[in-house]
């Protein structure tokens, strides 16, 4: 038997004062688990740009790094 099934049987055989007892502190519990976004987020994260990197190069690199693969 797990210890999910453990739990299940003896919240079962619970007084119902015990059982909402429980019930209280399972959801405060849950609520100190979660995570919350900062105040300030405003979605998901946005995908990073690369942009200053490629522009980066100039024609003279060009071939620079082909063999970097091969070391």
């Known amino acids: 038997m797990s210890k999910i099934e453990e739990i299940e049987q ?3 055989q619970l007084p ?4 909402v007892k429980l019930a209280v502190w399972f959801d405060q ?3 100190q688990l979660e995570i919350s976004p900062p105040a300030n ?3 998901p994260a946005a995908a990073r740009d ?3 990197f490629l522009n980066s190069y100039a024609p003279q ?3 620079l790094y082909d063999d970097a693969a091969t070391r």
Not at 16 to 19: A, E, K, N, Q, V
């Open 29 to 31: 519990r849950r609520q």
């Open 50 to 52: 690369h942009s200053a």
């Open 10 to 12: 003896a919240v079962e």
């Open 16 to 19: 119902l004062t015990d059982f």
């Open 61 to 63: 690199d060009e071939g």
């Open 41 to 43: 987020d405003k979605g």
